[in-house]
């Protein structure tokens, strides 16, 4: 996960819910490093066709606009340098990238160098991996990470594979994205007894050999996502969601700030309890999401402000937790 580009938010590492670590026996290097991933998963066709998401048509079979998304998220890049945004799939965003003028094409050419608007995947889809041959998956790869290299320069290529939601994975898949030169592979749905085994395991993260008569070069770090690809439980502000925001003007009733940190607390202390490291990706977004992307941000920001700075000792009760936005 060296080159994906997250809010970070660092909270002090315990031993799962061991809330009786003492202060000074702690450094920064225990502190436990939760990356928030704003990102949203744009099908394209499901329900409906790749028109009627791109345009938000027929909206009763299901309510997705794919340039909404696109039309909110981009100001809120451009209005904040710490606000970063995740984007897979190319077939959208070539058809919202024809429809901006030129001072926009500008915009988010900037965007893009400084990588607070980072390509992941980028593929014209996101491909099936069941049913697919491979002429296909590297047709459909070549077309979209084209469109990337012609329109962004060889600086914006992505080293993430990201297939949150493809129903079960192939060797063949995790061969050909290492040699697609990807460093990285995400996905978020495995068989559950799998996912138990490898929770219980701590083998979440692995280094997937795809091919035996590659060898090595079929080789890629592959992670399994905690929440599927979904925020925690809780912690979904976008206007899909039903979660509360953060209130915190402390006049009112619903002051949710302390509830609110305490419960995100507990939610990556048990996370990192089932990986090895002390960095967790919190995927914060799913199906169609950000179309209104200021529900987001604006909680976003306030829950890195408030874990960071209003908590007050550890688990329930932690302190000393920093917050910036970073590359790692
Ligand atoms: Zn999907």
């Given at each position: 996960?060296?080159t994906?580009?997250?809010?970070l938010a660092?909270i002090w590492l315990?031993s799962g819910f061991?809330?009786?670590?003492?202060d000074s026996?702690r450094s920064?290097?225990?502190?436990?490093?939760?990356?928030?991933?704003p990102?949203t998963?744009?099908?394209?066709?499901?329900l409906?066709?790749?028109d009627?998401y791109f345009?938000?048509a027929?909206?009763?079979?299901?309510?997705?606009g794919?340039?909404?998304?696109?039309d909110?998220?981009i100001?809120?890049?451009?209005?904040?340098?710490?606000k970063?945004f995740?984007y897979?799939?190319i077939?959208?965003?070539?058809r919202w990238w024809n429809?901006?003028d030129?001072?926009?094409?500008?915009?988010v050419?900037?965007?893009?160098q400084?990588k607070?608007l980072e390509f992941?995947n980028?593929?014209?889809?996101?491909?099936d991996?069941a049913?697919?041959h491979?002429?296909a998956?590297?047709?459909q790869?070549t077309?979209?990470?084209?469109?990337?290299?012609?329109?962004?320069?060889?600086?914006?290529?992505?080293r993430?594979a990201?297939h949150?939601?493809p129903?079960?994975?192939s060797s063949?898949q995790a061969?050909?994205?290492?040699?697609?030169?990807?460093?990285?592979f995400f996905f978020g749905r495995i068989?559950?007894?799998?996912k138990?085994?490898r929770l219980?395991?701590?083998?979440?993260e692995?280094?997937?050999?795809?091919?035996r008569?590659?060898?090595?070069?079929?080789d890629?770090?592959t992670?399994?996502?905690y929440?599927?690809?979904?925020?925690?439980?809780?912690?979904c502000?976008?206007?899909?969601?039903?979660?509360p925001?953060?209130?915190?003007d402390?006049?009112?009733?619903?002051?949710?700030v302390?509830?609110?940190?305490?419960k995100?607390?507990?939610?990556?202390?048990?996370q990192?309890m089932h990986?090895?490291t002390?960095h967790?990706?919190?995927t914060?977004?799913?199906?169609?999401m950000y179309?209104?992307?200021?529900l987001?941000?604006?909680n976003?920001?306030?829950l890195?402000?408030?874990?960071?700075a209003v908590?007050?000792g550890?688990?329930?009760t932690?302190?000393g937790?920093?917050?910036?936005p970073?590359?790692v």
């Amino acid at each position: 996960m060296s080159t994906l580009i997250f809010f970070l938010a660092l909270i002090w590492l315990g031993s799962g819910f061991d809330c009786n670590f003492k202060d000074s026996t702690r450094s920064e290097e225990d502190k436990l490093q939760v990356h928030l991933v704003p990102h949203t998963h744009n099908d394209v066709g499901w329900l409906k066709t790749v028109d009627e998401y791109f345009y938000g048509a027929n909206n009763s079979i299901q309510h997705a606009g794919v340039q909404y998304i696109l039309d909110s998220v981009i100001p809120q890049l451009r209005a904040n340098k710490t606000k970063r945004f995740i984007y897979v799939e190319i077939a959208f965003f070539e058809r919202w990238w024809n429809e901006q003028d030129h001072h926009m094409k500008t915009e988010v050419t900037k965007l893009v160098q400084e990588k607070r608007l980072e390509f992941i995947n980028a593929g014209w889809c996101m491909n099936d991996e069941a049913a697919t041959h491979y002429n296909a998956i590297i047709d459909q790869m070549t077309y979209g990470l084209n469109f990337v290299q012609e329109t962004f320069g060889p600086d914006a290529r992505p080293r993430i594979a990201w297939h949150i939601d493809p129903f079960g994975h192939s060797s063949e898949q995790a061969s050909l994205f290492a040699q697609m030169s990807f460093d990285g592979f995400f996905f978020g749905r495995i068989d559950y007894a799998d996912k138990d085994l490898r929770l219980e395991q701590k083998r979440m993260e692995l280094v997937w050999r795809g091919s035996r008569n590659l060898g090595e070069g079929s080789d890629i770090f592959t992670g399994v996502l905690y929440n599927g690809y979904n925020p925690p439980k809780g912690f979904c502000f976008d206007q899909f969601c039903t979660d509360p925001p953060i209130q915190d003007d402390p006049r009112l009733f619903d002051l949710n700030v302390q509830e609110t940190v305490d419960k995100f607390v507990a939610i990556t202390n048990l996370q990192a309890m089932h990986y090895k490291t002390k960095h967790i990706m919190l995927t914060m977004g799913s199906d169609f999401m950000y179309e209104n992307a200021n529900l987001w941000y604006k909680n976003l920001d306030k829950l890195i402000k408030y874990v960071n700075a209003v908590s007050t000792g550890y688990c329930s009760t932690f302190k000393g937790v920093l917050v910036k936005p970073t590359q790692v």
